[in-house]
């Protein structure tokens, strides 16, 4: 059964889901208390961001060793029973996977520092000698300022990220070797796919050439007929993903790989996910498209149409652990370019409209063929945090560009289980890695429960219909329709979304199933997405 073409897979990051042992950071066996809610929730899989031991210098991706759990999470016994505990309950379980870089307390790195220039231990990471007084190259960090950091000897090394992130050299094939036992060593513990970090990032241009343009904060070519950088996107690394999918058929049941690749257009995106190579791919195209029924609809059939021309299921998303959370995003003003991240000084996103928005634009996206994944905390309506205080600051972007970036602390921030526990809930004390907005007290996830019309319950009934009703399997028909409006049938419902200030009027016989806001007679309100069954 391939159970991944439609599944609902819902992001956990570990720091911010659930804290066990009060030490303000979310752990393994507080993700293993809290499994009930997403089999209530109604999803199919989850996805667990690195939890493998890390100075945490990106947040654990930075990986020391990808064969164990740091002690701030838990132990490797922690992980199995997660596997085991999630299974009985029918969730799979997907791993983070981060190929193209380890950290910089990692062993192999570690014996790199120690070599010369030009030995063996030097060459599973992209060492170069600098242009005269400078780096190797003009390249950038995606976090801010150069891509490379220099020895006491005089040599460079390359990372695309922090410095305590350097990148493999995935031209060794002791690195290729490595990272087959690493997915074999998971695979044999029972996970059920692997979320492939900077998939398009592990193949470098092999002349290192330079580049001048920006590198596009973890984005990838850009708009058709741009130059392709010489870092992201290159055509080998299809073959380390066809390797990697023998691996993963060998194996019992439908193991899958996701790549996480910034890739556009998506008919680049698409080779990703050719038969054999990768499963999905995330699709960003479609998390950046703005709120207009005309981006929505060109974004949607683009990627349908790049997805089925490989045999690929499409895939959805609309927030995770490195953008803005869709219900402050869609609180800024139309065609506002996607933030990194807000700051108490930028213009605040309307809370109101962002959440209202949030919701129609979640019950469009379930309604999709294809498989959907959700960021924990938005089936709670959770904002971005917006008014962090500078001290409290973690992400490497805030500090590599002197806070000219704030970074993606905003939509990282604990979750709120029950409004009136310390933490709200996240664990047994008042700690929290990240300070909570008192905005979550009336959104956890207590209040909500049971309450018609929460965001949690509009989240569970719309997965409960769309399995009911096979969407993720199904067949987009556009309905062409009149004024600001975006309509299509999948099966048998028939789904629309006013995005005008004008009420849509929907067709005579049409029995609204689910709405995202209330709506009276069949007058569907402005920002609201409808699901309706045609009798
Ligand atoms: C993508 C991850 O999602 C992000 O959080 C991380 O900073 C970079 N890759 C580098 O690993």
Not at 284 to 306: C, G, K, M, N
Not at 329 to 340: A, F, S
Not at 369 to 378: C, D, K, V
């Amino acid at each position: 059964m391939k159970w991944w073409r439609d599944a609902v897979i819902y992001q956990i990051y570990p720091r911010s889901f659930a804290d066990s042992d009060g030490d303000g950071i979310g752990d393994l066996p507080g993700i293993i208390g809290r499994l009930d809610h997403l089999a209530a929730l109604g999803v199919d899989a989850v996805w667990l961001s690195p939890f493998y031991p890390s100075p945490q210098a990106d947040a654990g991706y930075d990986v020391a060793d990808y064969r164990s759990v740091d002690p701030l999470f838990g132990r490797l016994a922690d992980a199995d029973e997660l596997i085991a505990s999630a299974h009985a309950r029918g969730l799979r379980v997907i791993v983070d996977l981060v190929p193209n870089h380890t950290s910089s307390q990692h062993v192999w790195f570690q014996e790199a520092l120690a070599a010369a220039p030009g030995s063996r231990e030097r060459d599973r990471y992209v060492f170069r000698d600098g242009r005269g007084d400078g780096p190797p190259n003009s390249w950038q960090s995606v976090f801010g300022g150069d891509a490379w950091t220099r020895l006491p000897d005089g040599q460079w090394y390359l990372h695309l990220f922090d410095a305590g992130q350097p990148d493999l050299n995935w031209d060794n094939p002791e690195v290729r070797a490595e990272f087959e036992d690493i997915l074999r060593f998971w695979l044999d513990r029972g996970v059920d796919g692997f979320r492939v970090d900077v998939a398009h990032g592990l193949v470098k241009q092999a002349d290192l050439a330079d580049w001048h343009l920006p590198m596009m904060p973890l984005t990838g070519p850009g708009a058709e007929g741009a130059p392709r950088p010489p870092m992201w996107d290159q055509d080998g690394v299809h073959e380390i993903y066809r390797r990697w999918r023998k691996i993963l058929d060998s194996y019992e049941g439908e193991r899958i790989l996701v790549a996480e690749a910034w890739v556009q257009p998506a008919e680049r995106l698409a080779a990703y996910v050719r038969p054999d190579e990768m499963h999905q791919a995330f699709n960003f195209e479609y998390l950046e498209a703005s709120w207009t029924p005309a981006d929505q609809h060109s974004v949607i059939s683009r990627s349908l149409a790049a997805s089925a021309a490989v045999g690929a299921p499409t895939t959805w998303v609309l927030s995770n652990h490195d953008v803005v959370r869709h219900a402050s995003r869609l609180g800024l003003p139309v065609g506002t370019p996607r933030p990194n991240g807000i700051a108490a000084g930028d213009p605040q996103p309307d809370a109101g409209l962002g959440l209202r928005r949030a919701r129609a634009a979640t019950l469009l996206m379930l309604a999709l063929p294809g498989s959907a994944y959700l960021y924990q905390g938005e089936e709670l309506g959770l904002p971005e945090h917006t008014t962090l205080p500078a001290e409290a600051r973690q992400d490497p972007t805030w500090f590599r560009t002197d806070g000219a970036s704030v970074g993606r602390d905003g939509c990282r921030v604990p979750i709120p289980w029950e409004a009136d526990a310390p933490s709200y809930g996240f664990g047994p004390t008042d700690r929290s890695w990240l300070p909570q907005p008192a905005a979550f007290g009336e959104l956890a996830l207590d209040r909500q429960v049971g309450v018609p019309g929460s965001t949690y319950e509009l989240y569970v009934a719309a997965l409960r219909l769309r399995r009911a009703h096979a969407l993720g399997h199904g067949e987009l028909t556009w309905v062409p329709t009149p004024g600001e409006v975006l309509s299509f049938t999948n099966g048998d419902l028939l789904v629309l979304t006013n995005f005008g200030p004008v009420p849509a009027e929907l067709p005579a016989g049409a029995e609204i199933l689910l709405s995202s806001e209330p709506v009276a007679g069949r007058e569907v309100p402005t920002d609201v997405t409808v699901w309706a069954r045609l009798t």
